[in-house]
């Protein structure tokens, strides 16, 4: 059974920071590309971004390069997403994925299996 755990969410501070950790099991971790996405009341889900499986390739969303870091240890079998300089319109639910692809894909659909979700709240 695939299981994928997000933790780390929380409410802070504008301008704070979170480390949010993603613990898979059930699949051969390194086979699979991984994403974080997020939804915010109302909206549709997000990509934020994603990591390839070797950790060679990263992408991001616009609204969050240069604040957010995606890395991945393939022998934990776990992401992590560092936020800073956390804004109020990061708050949303964020989720992980996995995609069985060698690239990173920013469309929901294209990935297999999703975490329960996190909530980050950012007050200002």
């Known amino acids: 059974q695939v299981q994928l755990i997000e933790s780390g969410g929380g409410l802070v501070q504008a301008g704070d920071s979170l480390r949010l950790s993603c613990a898979t099991s059930?699949?051969?971790?390194?086979?699979?590309?991984m994403g974080w996405f997020r939804q915010a009341p109302g909206k549709e889900r997000e990509f934020v971004a994603g990591?390839?499986?070797?950790?060679?390739?990263?992408n991001y969303a616009d609204s969050v390069k240069g604040r957010f870091t995606l890395s991945r240890d393939n022998a934990k079998t776990t992401v992590y997403l560092q936020m800073n300089s956390l804004k109020p319109e990061d708050t949303a639910v964020y989720y992980c994925?996995?995609?069985?692809?060698?690239?990173?894909?920013?469309?929901?659909?294209?990935?297999?299996?999703w975490g329960q979700g996190t909530q980050v709240t950012v007050s200002s």
């Open positions: 994925a996995a995609a069985l692809t060698s690239s990173i894909s920013d469309v929901p659909r294209n990935y297999a299996y």
């Open positions: 990591i390839s499986r070797n950790s060679s390739t990263t």
């Open positions: 059930g699949l051969t971790f390194s086979m699979y590309s």
